[in-house]
Every structure is written in C-alpha cells, then in structure tokens.
C-alpha cells in the first residue's frame, strides 16, 4: 500500500491515501514547518507539529527526548509548505529506523486532498 524509501528520496503519497489513512488511523502525520508557518497557516487537523530543527531528537528512539507517541513500525506522512524540507526529513526518519516514510508535499497537498486543518 504505501512505498518505502527509495534511494536518495523519499517517495510522494497521493493527498487523499494521506487523509484517509490518517482518518483510519493507519499513518501519523508530521508538519515539519518552523512554528511562525504553522501559527500563520494552521496546520493538518491531528498533525504533529515536529520543526526540522527538532527531528534530530523527538524522533531518534536512542535520544532522550524521544517523543513516545511515535511508532517507527508505523506509517509515517511528512510535510512542509513545498515538499523539499519534508522529502529531507524523511531521510532522516529513514537513517534513525523508520520503516515507512512518505513525503506529502505541502500543506496545501493535505487540503486537495480533502483534509481539514486546524490552528496549533
């Protein structure tokens, strides 16, 4: 169902597989945009807001600061507000043991998808 990292970049989730698995509760999502973009924008309705500054330990498993809701065995959607920060993130996922890590695009990807926002 969902692709896996594939080389030097992380493959593309169609919006609405995106919504639809986050509504099933099969895929967390996490907005990677630094806080003044998601103060400005909102972001995805039930996203985890997590900057690229801070993926480094909220989701390194061996880091203290882990954040435990994450599950490394479970789907993983990543955005920011063109795609280019959240195909780098999940490289990161990647090289820190996640198993399956997709790249959304932007937040304006998870609207035409049918997903609704929410202010953080």
Known sequence: MFGLFAGNRIERIDPVEAVTGAREGTVTV?????????AATGKAEGAKHIPMMLLRSK???SHPEFDRALDPDKTVVLYCATGARSSSAGQMLCRMGFKDVRNLGGLRDWV???GATERA
């Open 112 to 114: 035409r998808g049918g």
């Open 30 to 38: 996490i907005d990677v945009r630094e806080i003044g973009e998601v």
């Open 59 to 61: 989701c390194d498993p």
